[in-house]
């Protein structure tokens, strides 16, 4: 056949890294030999190897009536889940928010849902959007699915700090270039990184977004948040950050993409939200109305009993509190491999990137061959061009060890 039986837009489209693929894989080998150590997997795991739930989802999600679980969910969200998710991610800072913007939430399958969305709503074909250098690679493919380019910024300076300099350089370049900015931060616990930005960080960020936007041009941030209940603070501090946010500029649009999978550990039910805030009511109107409609056109709706368990547990302060203490507990386990792999690694000599929270830490290394040559020592991580990702969140305190200590021999 001469012609192809595909689209010739789809033509090119191959998974070349799908973390989800390689973390399978090392389940498998796994599975053969208990002896591998699958450091790949992006969701919380005890100490037995078994994935962490949370008892206050669970007991709500076995107590749904028929129409909690099975009706379809409505696209604008309940109200529950739609004004929780808002008190969720702003915590304290809900009412200095609620009344210096205006807010939207629009249900998605998963922060995914939300990023796709947005990357297809907010940017033109042939476009670009910018994110650091180190970043989850699954942007790549969100991206070329919405014919559109990703253009990077180093994330750190020399002190392995936030590289402003490089960000403004790379932001003003990219928006006069095309006429828009469309910029992806993964804040608190970047994934691949475990970095943090600081509210300093973001206030300077925001002033750059905001000299930018003042040459109208289109401003899109698009802050994924998908960690943000597992950076190594407290529930209202992690939330701190929001504070810098009101200085954005009227004409900017933010859309925060709150992942249900990571705050639940509903990896599997596909929910989360596309949360649009800006001073402008008009830019609010037309995310409502694109975002509506592409919730419609691509998945119609989300998972019912996934937005009834969240739904119960924003609306009921108790349970709520219990599940803020639950959520502690996850990042105690955390916090204890983290220590840990820090303590070995400084002994051997093993330099890791600044960690802040999350499932994730991360260590630079020019050796290219890197994947092959850990697997051949039964290590499984994810790389990227120029460092590993190596998931906490999958590895126990006894696999940590032997883990820092054959990265150490191939890095
Ligand atoms: C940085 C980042 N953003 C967003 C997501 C989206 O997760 P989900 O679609 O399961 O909510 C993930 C999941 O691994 C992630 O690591």
Same mark, same amino acid.
């Given at each position: 056949?001469?012609?192809?039986?595909?689209?010739t837009?789809?033509?090119?489209?191959?998974?070349e890294s799908?973390?989800?693929?390689?973390s399978?894989?090392?389940?498998?080998a796994?599975? /053969? #030999?208990?002896e591998v150590?699958?450091?790949?997997?992006?969701?919380?795991?005890?100490?037995d190897?078994k994935?962490?739930?949370?008892?206050?989802?669970?007991?709500? $999600?076995?107590?749904?009536? !028929?129409?909690e679980?099975?009706?379809?969910?409505?696209?604008?969200?309940?109200?529950e889940?739609?004004?929780?998710?808002?008190?969720w991610?702003?915590?304290?800072?809900?009412?200095?928010?609620?009344k210096?913007?205006h807010l939207?939430?629009?249900?998605?399958?998963?922060?995914?849902?939300?990023?796709?969305?947005?990357?297809?709503?907010f940017? !033109?074909?042939g476009?670009?959007?910018?994110?650091?250098?180190?970043?989850?690679t699954?942007?790549e493919?969100?991206?070329?699915?919405?014919?559109?380019?990703?253009?990077t910024?180093?994330l750190?300076?020399?002190?392995?700090?936030? #590289?402003?300099?490089?960000?403004t350089e790379?932001?003003?370049?990219?928006?006069?270039?095309?006429?828009?900015?469309?910029?992806?931060?993964? !804040?608190?616990?970047?994934?691949?990184?475990g970095?943090?930005l600081?509210k300093?960080?973001w206030?300077?960020i925001i002033k750059?977004?905001n000299?930018i936007?003042r040459a109208?041009?289109p401003?899109?941030?698009?802050?994924d948040?998908?960690?943000?209940d597992?950076?190594?603070?407290e529930?209202?501090q992690?939330?701190d950050?929001?504070e810098?946010?009101?200085?954005?500029?009227?004409?900017?649009?933010t859309?925060?993409?709150?992942?249900?999978?990571?705050?639940?550990?509903?990896?599997?039910?596909?929910?989360g939200?596309?949360?649009g805030?800006?001073?402008?009511?008009a830019?609010i109107?037309?995310f409502?109305r694109?975002? !509506?409609y592409?919730?419609?056109?691509?998945?119609s709706?989300?998972?019912?009993?996934?937005?009834?368990v969240?739904?119960?547990?924003?609306? #009921?302060?108790?349970?709520?509190?219990t599940?803020i203490? +639950?959520?502690?507990?996850?990042?105690?386990l955390?916090?204890?491999?983290?220590e840990?792999?820090?303590?070995?690694?400084q002994?051997?000599?093993?330099?890791?990137?600044p960690?802040?929270?999350g499932?994730?830490?991360?260590?630079?290394?020019?050796?290219?061959?890197?994947?092959k040559?850990?697997?051949?020592?039964?290590?499984?991580?994810?790389?990227?061009?120029?460092?590993?990702?190596i998931?906490?969140?999958?590895v126990?305190?006894?696999?940590? +060890?032997? $883990?820092?200590?054959? /990265?150490?021999?191939?890095?």
């Open positions: 056949m001469s012609n192809h039986i595909v689209g837009h789809a033509l090119h489209k191959v998974m799908n973390i989800l693929k390689i399978q894989d090392a389940r498998a796994k599975a /053969i #030999n208990p150590i699958d450091a790949t997997v992006g969701m919380l795991h005890r100490e190897g994935l962490f739930k949370y008892a206050t989802v669970e007991e709500q $999600l076995f107590k749904l009536s !028929d129409p679980m099975y009706f379809y969910a409505p696209v604008n969200g309940s109200k889940f739609s004004a929780g998710v808002i008190d991610v702003f915590g304290s800072n809900r009412e200095t928010i609620t210096t913007f939207s939430v629009i249900p998605t399958t998963g922060g995914s849902g939300a990023l796709s969305n947005s990357l297809y709503n940017n !033109d074909f476009q670009s959007m910018l994110v650091p250098n180190y970043y989850w699954p942007y493919n969100i991206a070329e699915e919405a014919h559109i380019g990703v253009k910024f180093r750190y300076d020399e002190n392995y700090d936030f #590289n402003i300099a490089d960000f790379k932001a003003n370049e990219l928006a006069f270039e095309q006429k828009r900015l469309f910029l992806i931060l993964n !804040d608190p616990c970047n994934n691949p990184t970095f943090c600081t300093e960080n206030q300077a750059v977004l000299d936007s109208d041009i401003v899109i941030l698009l802050h948040s998908a960690y943000i597992y950076q190594m603070k529930h209202n992690s939330r950050v929001y810098a946010f009101l200085e954005l500029d009227e004409n900017i649009l859309i925060i993409a709150f992942s249900g999978s990571k705050t639940f550990s509903m990896y599997g039910f596909r929910i939200a596309q949360l805030m800006s001073k402008s009511k830019i109107d037309e409502n694109v975002g !509506d592409s919730v419609r056109a691509r998945f709706s989300v998972s019912r009993p996934a937005m009834s969240i739904g119960k547990i924003f609306a #009921n302060q108790e349970l709520k509190k599940f203490l +639950e959520i502690e507990t996850a990042k105690d955390l916090r204890k491999r983290i840990l792999f820090h303590e070995i690694a002994r051997e000599n093993l330099k890791m990137l960690y802040g929270g499932f994730f830490v991360g260590i630079e290394t020019d050796n290219q061959n890197i994947f040559d850990l697997v051949q020592d039964g290590v499984f991580i994810i790389s990227m061009p120029g460092m590993i990702r998931a906490l969140s999958s126990k305190l006894t696999e940590i +060890e032997r $883990l820092v200590k054959i /990265i150490k021999k191939h890095i």
